[in-house]
């Protein structure tokens, strides 16, 4: 496989993988919105508290959307190591998310449901990116087998476009 062709390959899992987290994300994302607006409108708690419940409430439903789809083929060996650090960096996203949300209402002042709705989706917006990162580099990692098959691949590939000299399997014999 050529360079360019290994490049096009790499780039092509690479965004089905964006598109799979991203869809799991928006799932999530409403679960997230819907519970801290449920939150917001039938209980007293404060904007934040109900939004980090929210928060954890959406950690949990995308756990069971990126183990069983978006990562199904990575490592599964280690399940309570992959949670433990599921939850570990979840919780920074968690500190990002609610950091964002926290400025908005009480830094400034803006606590609208329309602005806490925003200022919750920006919050959103930032911690995912590091949790894609995350996630994929630390949490759900790829199984070594699985690089080394694809190097075979294209090292079989390759070597069908190259002309190799034919040897006979019988000696000449004298």
Known sequence: MSER???RTRLDLLAREVAKFGTVGALGLVVNIGVSNLLW?????????AGLL????????????FRYWTYRDRDKSGRTRELM???LFSAV?????TGVLYAA??????NTPVQSNVFKVLGIGIATLFRFWSY???????????????????FLRQGRTEQVPRVDAEPVRR
Do not use: C, H, M
Not at 41 to 49: A, E, I, K, P, S
Not at 105 to 110: D, L, P, V
Not at 139 to 147: N, S
């Open 54 to 65: 929210a928060t954890f409430v959406a950690i949990l439903f995308n756990y069971v959307g």
């Open 5 to 7: 062709g290994a490049w």
């Open 93 to 97: 996203g968690a500190v990002i998310e």
């Open 136 to 154: 994929r580099t630390w949490v759900f990692r790829a199984l070594p087998a699985k690089e080394a098959v694809l190097s075979a691949e294209g």
């Open 85 to 87: 650090l599921f939850l």
């Open 105 to 110: 209402t009480y830094g400034f002042g803006w």
């Open 41 to 49: 409108r039938t209980t007293d708690l404060q904007v934040v508290r």
